[in-house]
């Protein structure tokens, strides 16, 4: 079943020391918790689905800056399925393989395109490279010549 929505919760983004060279951006994404959630299908319909709490968070080493995302995805499916992944998670904190993906993927898309609106708004570097242009070298006058 799919995921159905997605919120952030808490943004945070602070500089805290001069940017230097040979400073470093380190990521994580954890799942913090994973609740039942009945989900509004219409005005009197509700299903039964989960919410999946997460924290993004983007480390500036040495010292220079970090940004911290909350939010939670919202998903849907069938009770009995909502109940083994309840059960899972409070008896070992684990998901299946696939779903972890799946909503990894989703919090890591999002969360890196607020995170990298985030950095600008204190001054930080973008904490992933960013495409750019260079200039064009030449290499040898021929390069330069109209054949037109």
Do not use: C
């Not at 992944?85 to 989703?106: D, G, H």
């Amino acid at each position: 079943m799919p995921i159905v929505g997605f919120n952030f919760d808490k943004t945070l983004a602070e500089r805290t020391g001069k940017v230097q060279k040979g400073m470093r951006a380190a990521h994580n994404i954890i799942i913090n918790s994973i609740e039942k959630e009945d989900l509004n299908m219409g005005k009197t319909t509700k299903k039964a689905g989960l919410k999946f709490s997460f924290e993004y968070e983007v480390k500036y080493e040495p010292k220079i800056g970090n940004i911290s995302i909350l939010g939670h995805i919202l998903y849907l499916e069938d009770e009995k399925k909502i109940n083994e992944i309840l059960a899972k998670w409070k008896k070992s904190k684990t998901i299946e393989p696939e779903l972890t993906m799946q909503l990894i993927n989703t919090a890591i898309v999002k969360s890196t395109i607020k995170a990298l609106s985030l950095s600008q708004d204190v001054n930080l570097p973008p904490h992933l490279p960013i495409p750019t242009i260079q200039p064009k070298t030449i290499a040898s006058d021929k390069t330069n010549e109209y054949i037109g």
